[in-house]
């Protein structure tokens, strides 16, 4: 394990104006190595809302194969991130605005993978209406609020309107019925 401490980056970065941003790549690749051993056999899809920098995202998609896509912030992020070579896109949030998920379509279309989160059927449809305009399919999944209520206190985040397993198959019955989104 690497030892070094405050006072190490201290003395190296004396006399150098900030603000400036750091890695250090041992520490990081480290770090790589520690949550593929955490996560045993499973792959890691990274949140790119956690890694800002390009190169560094790829140093973590390179360092392994069970280091698996990313899981991007939003629409313009997921956009940006196939333009510069990124695949394997799951966009965290549901996207409503039909410039954006055209943006993803014409992304799609040029072969990425980018899968939209969805949580009603007339997100369904609003998917299903700009990716059948663009004659493509759009991949997409479902946002399920997994929290929790007990006796005064809310365990969770207020995210997704689909609840419980039948508000789950309504929308998923969309899905199947559409006909530009899988």
């Not at 400036?20 to 899809?45: M, P, S, T």
């Not at 997994?146 to 899905?175: D, L, W």
């Given at each position: 394990?690497?030892?070094?401490?405050?006072?190490?980056?201290?003395?190296?970065?004396?006399?150098?104006?900030?603000?400036?941003?750091?890695?250090?790549?041992?520490?990081?690749?480290e770090?790589?190595?520690?949550?593929?051993?955490?996560?045993?056999?499973?792959?890691?899809?990274?949140?790119?809302?956690?890694?800002?920098?390009?190169?560094?995202?790829?140093?973590?998609?390179?360092?392994?194969?069970?280091?698996?896509?990313?899981?991007?912030?939003?629409?313009?992020?997921a956009?940006?991130?196939?333009?510069?070579?990124?695949?394997?896109?799951?966009?965290?949030?549901?996207?409503?605005?039909?410039?954006?998920?055209?943006?993803?379509?014409?992304?799609?279309?040029?072969?990425?993978?980018?899968?939209?989160?969805?949580?009603?059927?007339?997100?369904?449809?609003?998917?299903?209406?700009?990716?059948?305009?663009?004659?493509i399919?759009?991949?997409?999944?479902?946002?399920?609020?997994?929290?929790?209520?007990?006796p005064?206190?809310?365990?969770?985040?207020?995210?997704s309107?689909?609840?419980n397993?039948?508000?789950?198959?309504?929308?998923?019955?969309?899905?199947?019925?559409?006909s530009?989104?899988?």
């Amino acid at each position: 394990m690497l030892k070094q401490n405050y006072q190490y980056y201290k003395t190296i970065f004396k006399g150098k104006k900030c603000p400036f941003a750091f890695v250090d790549l041992d520490y990081f690749d480290e770090n790589i190595q520690n949550i593929k051993a955490r996560a045993g056999d499973k792959k890691i899809r990274i949140a790119s809302k956690s890694v800002r920098c390009i190169k560094l995202l790829k140093r973590i998609l390179n360092a392994d194969e069970q280091y698996q896509g990313i899981m991007a912030f939003n629409a313009d992020e997921a956009v940006f991130l196939s333009q510069h070579g990124f695949d394997d896109i799951l966009l965290a949030y549901p996207v409503w605005n039909e410039t954006q998920i055209a943006a993803i379509a014409r992304e799609i279309a040029k072969g990425r993978y980018i899968n939209l989160i969805l949580d009603s059927k007339e997100h369904v449809a609003q998917i299903n209406r700009v990716a059948q305009e663009m004659s493509i399919t759009i991949p997409v999944s479902l946002d399920i609020d997994m929290s929790s209520e007990f006796p005064g206190i809310y365990f969770g985040v207020y995210r997704s309107q689909i609840k419980n397993e039948e508000q789950a198959a309504v929308v998923a019955e969309h899905i199947e019925q559409a006909s530009h989104v899988q």
